[in-house]
């Protein structure tokens, strides 16, 4: 099923007080370009539909619906733009091995193509810790959040101390190159750092390489126990760069990751509960979805989320471990035992919202789903 392409004129470009910024619940995305990046790696940028500017944090990330063949995909990536420049929103994605979701994006996704998407979400930001001094160290497609976040003090603060630091299989596969270096020359305090794990022909390289290791990290970084340390990447990569960071004595206060592919804080307490001999859930409560008025039972361990797709019921969710925030649903009644990832923020809890995919009901629940 392709994307049924907007067919509208493109709005003026308001002045952002006149302007309203996007409403995740009520506005499309309207893809305005398509770029390659690198191998397997494109840059979707978007619009508001209707017109509208764009407010997030650099380094959070959005939630996109993908009108698949078999059924909605919800896919959710890092938002690689900066909220200094909000009439447009970029994410870089690259296609994986098996990838079904970003391959149905390089295939259908064109100028004037519509997407739903949810958000901004996310605490791996530099907005929520201010310092003198960063390292953003990334590897592969872990790279976006540093990229808007370095854009970001490329366009605020260009005189800020960063050194910047990126791994990659091939010197060809190093994401956003070319704009690091003229950031280069802009920014005075910006130092980069390449580390492709081997050569190629198609690009020739003769800096340093391989995987990255004490020795290397303190050759391209001898100040890093001074910094506010950001890291993205592969879960080996994170773990290497913590580790070796920890054994130095690092104030692991000052080191931030981010990773959709950790075992998720439901799925340890889950296992706790069976280790202690406890079900989770108790069993024969009831969970009433509000807005289609279908009403099933919760299984012993079962979240809210497991529980409406077991009558039909439909709520988006993407990573379905506490971090995305799109399942987030209004708990009109009762009362659940939630352990999420960051994904849902106190002013929400203590509204009476939710995330369905780590909340197991403690009594019968009443949801607007």
């Known amino acids: 099923m392709t994307i049924q392409p907007f067919l509208g004129e493109v709005p003026p470009a308001l002045p952002l007080d006149e302007a309203r910024p996007w409403n995740a619940a009520r506005q499309m995305l309207v893809c305005t370009s398509v770029t390659d990046e690198a191998p397997d790696v494109k840059t979707f940028t978007f619009g508001v539909e209707g017109g509208g500017w764009f407010r997030y944090m650099p380094g959070q990330f959005i939630t996109v619906e993908l009108r698949a063949k078999g ?9 690689s733009s900066t909220p200094s420049r909000p009439y447009a929103l970029s994410i870089t994605v690259k296609a994986q091995p098996g990838s079904i979701g970003t391959r149905w994006m390089f295939d259908h996704v064109r100028p004037g193509s519509r997407i ?20 953003f160290i990334s590897a592969g497609s872990g790279i976006t959040p540093m990229m808007s976040m370095l854009r970001w003090l490329s366009d605020t603060a260009p005189g800020t101390d960063v050194v910047f630091l990126n791994s990659a299989r091939r010197p060809e596969e190093i994401i956003f190159r070319e704009e690091l270096e003229l950031l280069a020359k802009r920014m005075p305090n910006l130092s980069l750092g390449f580390l492709p794990e081997g050569r190629s022909v198609a690009s020739p390289w003769a800096g340093l390489m391989g995987r990255i290791d004490r020795h290397k990290l303190a050759m391209l970084v001898p100040d890093f126990m001074g910094r506010e340390i950001f890291c993205c990447g592969p879960e080996p990569f994170m773990k290497a760069v913590s580790s070796i960071v920890r054994h130095e004595g690092f104030d692991m206060g000052h080191y931030h990751q981010e990773s959709f592919g950790a075992t998720s804080i439901t799925e340890s307490v889950q296992r706790q509960a069976q280790d202690k001999g406890e079900g989770g859930a108790v ?28 009558v039909g019921v439909r709520i988006p969710a993407a990573c379905e ?6 399942c987030k649903v209004l708990k009109r009644e009762g009362e659940v035992e939630m352990n999420h990832n960051g994904g849902i923020s ?20 009443d949801v607007e789903a």
């Open 71 to 79: 059924g909605d995909l919800h896919r959710t990536y890092t938002i």
């Open 116 to 135: 739903r998407a949810y958000g901004p979400n996310g605490h791996f930001t530099l907005a929520r810790n201010p310092a003198q001094k960063y390292l």
């Open 283 to 310: 069993e024969g409560l009831s969970v009433t979805f509000l807005g289609s008025n279908d009403r099933a039972v919760a299984k012993p361990g079962q979240t809210v989320l497991e529980t409406a797709r077991s």
């Open 321 to 326: 471990s506490g971090i995305c925030g799109t």
């Open 346 to 365: 106190d002013q929400e809890i203590q509204a009476g919202y939710i995330l369905a995919c780590c909340s197991r009901p403690l009594t019968s629940v």
